[in-house]
């Protein structure tokens, strides 16, 4: 299998007045395509500075980020927005809907940031990706008119519309009671099963924890732990 | 600005703008009114600009005023005080005026001061009187500003002029008041002239009765009116055409003092002097020759063919022959751009502040779009969209809003405060002109504004960092 994502040792410092804090210090491992894989860890661990790494919405103090067999550590931001609209998508722990927008037309917005697909074809692919996420009768609802797991659908064919190298979720579930979480997770695990996207996601939930194939454990910035699901393990 | 045409962008922009009614209609509101005031006030200004020169040159100075070439000061209607010389040459420049196609109409006027000496309760009394010594006819055909309340104005068309004063309501109180005399209508004086050497020539003559001005009564309350004949003999005007004088001899009698003109009599170019040469006229005494042009316009030109004419005098436009009151357009104007610039300032930074709490306020949303793979120039797209739409609607209802005003006074004109109207356009309402200046400045100067205010928002709003789109929306 082919490493789409690799971490060598990466630090990150953020300046707190004249504190130094030490969010990531030394962290380095490898995501091939396909996985389904969760970054675990207590809050303040560093697994939001991790991903946002991944994400290229954020520089490391030192190490390298490579995606994709590029290296985007040092890249300008025009470079960075460039990667995050066509190799990387994202999902958020608050959903991140535009407001003004219908599930529709969030769901269509990345694909209007970049050229490329003509309408027709941009209409099937959004309408094939409502019918996956369970929303066709949503679609012309604003944000503010769904639950929040409806939301969480909506964040999800948004992120997976550009056909993204790897979908990367921060603690997507916190938001949600443990129900919806559930079936938010059961979503993104079908979809990786049968799409093969590769999804990265943080949590501190035990039980989301235990539906991943591998779990990356972070302690203090550094990697605890690093263990692979042999199959059928994972639920 | 890549993105600025992207639907996307405006798609949200304009649902950005709905979803934010109330903030919207303050934003909208503030650009309205800063429209409103530069059309409005720009309308105003410039109104009060042309109705105040239409106004001067109407009823008050003419486009320009000729004046002798000897005077050391402007011809004003405040300063009797020192007559000014005469203009020697009237009886020529009046023919050329006549015969010039550019000419509208113009009034010889002679400017000066004297009493009226006339018996109160058996004694003699002697009234001050300023006046403007006026070719009648042609006075009332320029200007035609004297109402008259009693009495005549001197003669009525066809008939043959009659000679006497034409006294001001103002006066008619000033000597009540002041003297305890009231003149009649038709009653017997005498005038007397005060020369600046010494000397006073007594004329019979009658009041013709009372006017009120209908422009400009600050000024012309104050003077008051008497032919030219009357005038000339009262000053001694009548004799000889200074023109056709020896030169030598021609500053001497500029003077106009007796003194001087008994010691012409010893110099050597008397004693040569021909008698048969010297051309019989009529002297006017005219001080200034008021001017209205067909062409305000072809002032300039006017002026030119004047000087190449070489006649003994000077020029000044309307604008100086009026004193300070073609200055108090100009000051109005300036007070009104001076507010209108701090209410605009005030606006601007309402303005400001409202699109960066817009903005604050939606950081997670555009971290967000950040996140997803908007370019800066989509996110600055949607802010410019947003204040275009924004700014363009309002001032076009600015604009609405100030063509209604306007509309709604119509042909009355705005009535003023009369002493603000009298300085101003000589009385009366000011009437609105709508002119295309102010409207295009007005909506150009809003929009470019507005446009600088949103610029420093939407560098905020480009700045936000996609990090930003972790803390939700
Ligand atoms: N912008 C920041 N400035 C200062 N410190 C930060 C910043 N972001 C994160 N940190 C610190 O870095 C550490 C890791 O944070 P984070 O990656 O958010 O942890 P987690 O997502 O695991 O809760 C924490 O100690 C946090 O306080
Ligand atoms: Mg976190």
Same mark, same amino acid.
């Given at each position: 299998?082919?490493?789409?994502?690799?971490?060598?040792?990466?630090?990150?410092?953020?300046?707190?007045?004249?504190?130094?804090?030490?969010?990531?210090?030394?962290?380095?491992?490898?995501?091939?395509?396909?996985?389904?894989?969760?970054?675990?860890?207590?809050?303040?661990?560093?697994?939001?500075?991790?991903?946002?790494?991944?994400?290229?919405?954020?520089?490391?103090?030192?190490?390298?980020?490579?995606?994709?067999?590029?290296?985007?550590?040092?890249?300008?931001?025009? +470079?960075?927005?460039?990667? @995050?609209?066509?190799?990387?998508?994202?999902?958020?722990?608050?959903? #991140? %809907?535009?407001? $003004?927008?219908?599930?529709?037309?969030?769901?269509?917005?990345?694909?209007?940031?970049?050229?490329?697909?003509?309408?027709?074809?941009?209409?099937?692919?959004?309408?094939?990706?409502?019918?996956?996420?369970?929303?066709?009768?949503?679609?012309?609802?604003?944000?503010?008119?769904?639950?929040?797991?409806?939301?969480?659908?909506?964040?999800?064919? +948004?992120?997976?519309?550009? @056909?993204?190298?790897?979908?990367?979720?921060?603690?997507?579930?916190? #938001? %949600?009671?443990? $129900?919806?979480?559930?079936?938010?997770?059961?979503?993104?695990?079908?979809?990786?099963?049968?799409?093969?996207?590769?999804?990265?996601?943080?949590?501190?939930?035990?039980?989301?924890?235990?539906?991943?194939?591998?779990?990356?454990?972070?302690?203090?910035?550094?990697?605890?732990?690093?263990?692979?699901?042999?199959?059928?393990?994972?639920? | 600005?890549?993105?600025?045409?992207?639907?996307?962008?405006?798609?949200?922009?304009?649902?950005?703008?709905?979803?934010?009614?109330?903030?919207?209609?303050?934003?909208?509101?503030?650009?309205?009114?800063?429209?409103?005031?530069?059309?409005?006030?720009?309308?105003?200004?410039?109104?009060?600009?042309?109705?105040?020169?239409?106004?001067?040159?109407?009823?008050?100075?003419?486009?320009?005023?000729?004046?002798?070439?000897?005077?050391?000061?402007?011809?004003?209607?405040?300063?009797?005080?020192?007559?000014?010389?005469?203009?020697?040459?009237?009886?020529?420049?009046?023919?050329?005026?006549?015969?010039?196609?550019?000419?509208?109409?113009?009034?010889?006027?002679?400017?000066?001061?004297?009493?009226?000496?006339?018996?109160?309760?058996?004694?003699?009394?002697?009234?001050?009187?300023?006046?403007?010594?006026?070719?009648?006819?042609?006075?009332?055909?320029?200007?035609?500003?004297?109402?008259?309340?009693?009495?005549?104005?001197?003669?009525?068309?066809?008939?043959?002029?009659?000679?006497?004063?034409?006294?001001?309501?103002?006066?008619?109180?000033?000597?009540?008041?002041?003297?305890?005399?009231?003149?009649?209508?038709?009653?017997?004086?005498?005038?007397?002239?005060?020369?600046?050497?010494?000397?006073?020539?007594?004329?019979?003559?009658?009041?013709?009765?009372?006017?009120?001005?209908?422009?400009?009564?600050?000024?012309?309350?104050?003077?008051?009116?008497?032919?030219?004949?009357?005038?000339?003999?009262?000053?001694?005007?009548?004799?000889?055409?200074?023109?056709?004088?020896?030169?030598?001899?021609?500053?001497?009698?500029?003077?106009?003092?007796?003194?001087?003109?008994?010691?012409?009599?010893?110099?050597?170019?008397?004693?040569?002097?021909?008698?048969?040469?010297?051309?019989?006229?009529?002297?006017?005494?005219?001080?200034?020759?008021?001017?209205?042009?067909?062409?305000?316009?072809?002032?300039?030109?006017?002026?030119?063919?004047?000087?190449?004419?070489?006649?003994?005098?000077?020029?000044?436009?309307?604008?100086?022959?009026?004193?300070?009151?073609?200055?108090?357009?100009?000051?109005?104007?300036?007070?009104?751009?001076?507010?209108?610039?701090?209410?605009?300032?005030?606006?601007?930074?309402?303005?400001?502040?409202?699109?960066?709490?817009?903005?604050?306020?939606?950081?997670?949303?555009?971290?967000?779009?950040?996140?997803?793979?908007?370019?800066?120039?989509?996110?600055?797209?949607?802010?410019?969209?947003?204040?275009?739409?924004?700014?363009?609607?309002?001032?076009?209802?600015?604009?609405?809003?100030?063509?209604?005003?306007?509309?709604?006074?119509?042909?009355?004109?705005?009535?003023?405060?009369?002493?603000?109207?009298?300085?101003?356009?000589?009385?009366?309402?000011?009437?609105?002109?709508?002119?295309?200046?102010?409207?295009?400045?007005?909506?150009?100067?809003?929009?470019?504004?507005?446009?600088?205010?949103?610029?420093?928002?939407?560098?905020?709003?480009?700045?936000?960092?996609?990090?930003?789109?972790?803390?939700?929306?």
């Amino acid at each position: 299998m082919s490493t789409i994502i690799e971490l060598g040792d990466v630090k990150k410092h953020y300046m707190l007045g004249t504190t130094k804090v030490e969010a990531l210090r030394g962290v380095s491992f490898q995501i091939t395509k396909g996985e389904f894989t969760a970054i675990a860890g207590p809050s303040g661990s560093g697994k939001s500075t991790i991903l946002n790494m991944v994400g290229c919405i954020d520089n490391p103090t030192s190490g390298r980020v490579i995606i994709g067999g590029d290296d985007v550590s040092a890249l300008s931001d025009k +470079r960075l927005t460039k990667y @995050r609209r066509s190799t990387i998508s994202f999902i958020f722990q608050s959903f #991140n %809907l535009i407001p $003004v927008l219908n599930v529709y037309e969030n769901i269509e917005l990345p694909l209007l940031l970049e050229k490329g697909m003509n309408e027709a074809e941009r209409k099937a692919h959004v309408m094939q990706l409502i019918e996956e996420v369970g929303l066709v009768d949503r679609m012309k609802n604003k944000p503010s008119e769904l639950s929040g797991g409806q939301r969480q659908r909506v964040a999800i064919a +948004r992120a997976l519309v550009t @056909r993204p190298l790897v979908v990367l979720a921060d603690e997507p579930t916190a #938001n %949600l009671d443990s $129900v919806t979480g559930a079936k938010i997770l059961e979503l993104m695990e079908d979809l990786n099963r049968r799409q093969g996207t590769t999804f990265l996601f943080s949590t501190h939930d035990h039980t989301i924890m235990d539906k991943a194939r591998r779990v990356i454990s972070i302690h203090d910035g550094m990697i605890a732990g690093d263990n692979v699901k042999s199959v059928g393990e994972a639920v | 600005m890549r993105d600025l045409f992207k639907p996307a962008a405006i798609r949200i922009a304009m649902r950005s703008i709905l979803r934010r009614k109330t903030r919207m209609l303050l934003i909208g509101s503030l650009v309205t009114i800063g429209t409103f005031l530069i059309v409005f006030g720009g309308t105003f200004a410039s109104s009060a600009q042309s109705e105040s020169k239409k106004a001067i040159v109407s009823y008050f100075t003419g486009d320009l005023e000729l004046y002798s070439n000897r005077s050391r000061e402007i011809p004003s209607p405040f300063s009797f005080n020192t007559p000014l010389p005469v203009v020697e040459d009237s009886r020529k420049i009046e023919t050329w005026l006549d015969s010039n196609p550019d000419v509208e109409s113009f009034v010889s006027i002679g400017q000066n001061y004297g009493l009226i000496s006339t018996v109160k309760d058996g004694a003699k009394i002697d009234l001050p009187i300023l006046f403007y010594a006026v070719d009648t006819a042609r006075y009332q055909k320029t200007f035609d500003n004297l109402k008259v309340t009693t009495g005549q104005y001197f003669g009525s068309e066809g008939s043959p002029s009659s000679q006497g004063v034409l006294l001001s309501e103002m006066q008619k109180k000033a000597y009540r008041d002041k003297y305890g005399v009231t003149l009649e209508p038709g009653q017997k004086v005498t005038l007397l002239s005060l020369t600046g050497g010494g000397s006073v020539n007594a004329v019979p003559s009658q009041i013709l009765g009372y006017f009120e001005p209908k422009h400009y009564s600050n000024v012309f309350n104050y003077i008051n009116f008497m032919d030219m004949r009357t005038y000339s003999s009262l000053f001694n005007f009548t004799g000889i055409a200074t023109g056709s004088l020896p030169a030598t001899m021609d500053d001497a009698f500029a003077a106009t003092s007796d003194d001087a003109i008994f010691g012409l009599a010893d110099t050597a170019a008397f004693d040569k002097l021909d008698v048969a040469s010297l051309a019989k006229e009529e002297l006017t005494g005219s001080t200034q020759i008021a001017i209205k042009l067909k062409d305000s316009g072809r002032a300039e030109a006017f002026l030119k063919d004047v000087e190449a004419q070489g006649f003994q005098v000077k020029s000044i436009p309307w604008n100086k022959a009026s004193s300070f009151f073609a200055s108090v357009a100009d000051i109005l104007q300036a007070v009104i751009y001076g507010a209108t610039f701090l209410i605009f300032l005030i606006v601007v930074f309402i303005l400001m502040n409202t699109l960066i709490i817009n903005i604050l306020e939606r950081t997670g949303e555009i971290g967000t779009l950040r996140a997803i793979g908007a370019d800066k120039s989509f996110v600055s797209a949607i802010f410019l969209w947003e204040s275009i739409l924004l700014n363009l609607f309002a001032a076009v209802v600015g604009i609405s809003l100030s063509l209604l005003l306007i509309a709604s006074f119509g042909s009355g004109g705005v009535q003023l405060p009369d002493i603000v109207a009298q300085y101003l356009v000589g009385g009366g309402p000011l009437n609105l002109v709508i002119s295309p200046v102010p409207f295009l400045t007005g909506v150009g100067l809003v929009l470019v504004v507005s446009f600088l205010a949103t610029l420093y928002p939407i560098r905020v709003a480009v700045d936000i960092s996609p990090l930003k789109a972790m803390s939700g929306v």
